[in-house]
């Protein structure tokens, strides 16, 4: 059955990269519509497809499923070849608790650091402290998953999985604002942009026709 994934503006929408960049890593066949947001009769757009009014949203047949992480658990469920999370139990949970803590927190460095890959990365911005504060806490907690359970493998838990979904648009927002973060941090970064998923994500959003009033902050 096919699988259909509603997107908003790839050089803006961070929740919807998340489902879009594992189905691809993950090597899963999906139909994309993309609705340009932040314009006149975007929400009325967007309700057709979701009842929260918000992207993305994935039809897989009779089900209609909106919300990153619900995407993710939902993709896990029905391709449990695809393996979007970790095989161990211990990797797993933690793979389950960050992804959480992704989709529940960090708005002071969401709100300041609003996704923009087309963002000329020669304008620096300076931390607030609650931003400052969130920066510290993902890269230790990306040091901690990948000593625990990234084995030889350049992803948190090894091989790409719905973890690394979750936070590669904490990648992009630190790429563009080139925020300053630690060496294992850095080396992580650069193995999530390498993806051929992420090379293809990028260069939509920097061809996109639509761009924010506010698109070089």
Known sequence: MSLRLIIGNKNYSSWSMRPW?????AGLPF????????RPGSRDEV??????????????GDAVVWESLAILEHLAERFPAARLWPQDRAARAMARSISAEMHAGFVDLRSHFPMNMRRDRARRR??????????????????????RFGGEG????GAFCAADAMYAPV????????????EVARA???????????KEWEEAGRVEEWVMENNEV
Not at 21 to 25: E, G, L, N, R
Not at 130 to 143: F, K, L, T
């Open 21 to 25: 960049i594992a189905m691809k890593v």
């Open 188 to 198: 992580y970064m650069d193995a999530v942009m390498a993806l051929p998923a992420w």
């Open 47 to 60: 309700l057709k497809y979701s009842p929260a009014g918000k992207v993305p949203v994935l039809i897989d």
């Open 126 to 147: 300076e931390l607030t402290p609650g931003a400052a504060a969130n920066v510290q806490r993902i890269d230790e907690m990306w040091q901690d998953a990948l000593r």
């Open 154 to 157: 350049p992803f948190l838990f």
């Open 31 to 38: 139909e994309e519509t993309l609705l340009p947001l932040y």
């Open 171 to 182: 990648v992009s927002r630190f790429a563009s604002y080139s925020i300053p973060v630690s």
